[in-house]
């Protein structure tokens, strides 16, 4: 059974940094892409940043510069460090995978059907 957890969520001020975490279990180490998609209210859930087993990493136009994505194989878990941060980038933060060693996977939310229950980030202004 697999299972995806978020943490690393919380409140901070306009050009604070966070690093959000997720553990997956269920999973073989490397055989998997993860990936961190976000959703605001009101809004639609869109892609954030992606790595693949192999290590190859992707990232949404808007992140690009201020955000990466790293895994720990040996610990079954995916980082995203978040530097810079944005009034804009608050939102529910979640995690999510698919089984298999697939190159550069899209950004998208339909490739991935496993999901974790989210973590809250808030930037203040």
């Known amino acids: 059974q697999v299972r995806l957890v978020e943490s690393g969520g919380g409140q901070v001020q306009d050009g604070g940094s966070l690093t959000l975490s997720c553990t997956a279990s269920?999973?073989?180490?490397?055989?998997?892409?993860a990936v961190w998609f976000r959703q605001a209210p009101g809004k639609e859930r869109e892609g954030v940043a992606n790595?693949?087993?192999?290590?190859?990493?992707n990232y949404a136009e808007f992140v690009k510069g201020r955000f990466t994505i790293s895994r720990d194989n040996a610990k079954n878990k995916v980082f995203l460090q978040m530097n810079s941060l944005k009034p804009e980038d608050s939102a529910m933060y979640y995690c999510?995978?698919?089984?298999?060693?697939?190159?550069?996977?899209?950004?998208?939310?339909?490739?991935?059907?496993?999901w974790g229950q989210g973590t809250q980030v808030t930037v203040s202004s």
């Open positions: 790595i693949d087993g192999y290590g190859n990493t």
């Open positions: 999510g995978a698919r089984r298999g060693l697939y190159a550069r996977p899209p950004l998208t939310p339909g490739y991935f059907p496993d």
């Open positions: 269920g999973y073989t180490h490397d055989s998997y892409s």
